[in-house]
């Protein structure tokens, strides 16, 4: 094995151990947790690494990014997850690869979500990302639309052609009342996801937790956690 291949070996096998233990201290099975490698500013290399390590999620939140590299690791056996702000004229090309996209955070977004869906016969996961910082009608810091507006914007999610509502996500916020308290971030994700479920059985997917808080998050209950630094080493900065 290369140098590479032995620290991403050895990283994702410390993230596997958190999580197992996390799910161990919460009193849950191992498979209800699904790991999500963020390889956003990671070469496809890295990529192909983490297929053969038994990576079968990873997330981008750059489409100009994401784009060529899913295109060359296209034969892999791999489910992309768009997690970034998603702009409507990127629409069409996160369609053309990403199997689900956690961020759907405004009416016009599915709407063109929708649209390049059927234009490309795909059926599209969707994650209404949560902006646990926002006020009754405002949009987070980081993309999401306040608690209040969940509901409403699932079921025009539902109701769309070539979209799936498959859940909630969340990032815990930096500011407003759960600042520092990730634990009761997650917590209320998981409240808005009972409530979600009422109308959507299927749509059971919560998205929460990062290299530093997965275990709050699988605590709380989340399905998947999107990890990224500890699983890939701390990114170069930019500029």
Request: neutral net charge; glycine residues 10%.
């Amino acid at each position: 094995m290369t140098d590479r291949e032995d620290e991403l070996a050895a990283n994702l096998a410390k993230v596997r151990e958190r999580i197992a233990a996390a799910c161990s201290a919460a009193g849950r099975a191992r498979e209800d947790v699904t790991l999500i490698v963020v390889t956003k500013t990671y070469p496809a290399s890295d990529v192909r690494i983490l297929s053969e390590l038994g990576v079968r999620h990873v997330a981008e939140n750059k489409d100009q990014d994401a784009a060529p590299k899913a295109t060359e690791c296209s034969g892999l056996p791999l489910s992309w997850h768009f997690v970034g702000q998603l702009q409507t004229n990127k629409v069409r090309s996160v369609v053309g690869y990403a199997d689900v996209v956690q961020s759907v955070d405004r009416a016009r977004l599915v709407t063109a979500l929708s649209k390049e869906a059927v234009r490309a016969g795909r059926e599209v996961g969707c994650l209404v990302q949560v902006a646990l910082d926002a006020g009754a009608s405002e949009r987070g810091e980081r993309g999401g639309v306040a608690p209040g507006g969940v509901a409403e914007l699932a079921d025009l999610i539902a109701g769309s052609p070539g979209l799936r509502i498959d859940g909630l996500m969340t990032v815990a916020p930096l500011t407003g009342e759960y600042a520092g308290r990730q634990r009761a971030a997650f917590g209320r994700l998981m409240d808005l996801s009972t409530d979600l479920r009422r109308a959507h059985p299927a749509a059971n997917m919560v998205s929460a937790g990062m290299s530093a808080d997965l275990e709050e998050a699988v605590a709380a209950g989340a399905t998947h956690v999107r990890v990224g630094t500890a699983v890939l080493g701390v990114r170069p900065r930019l500029g």
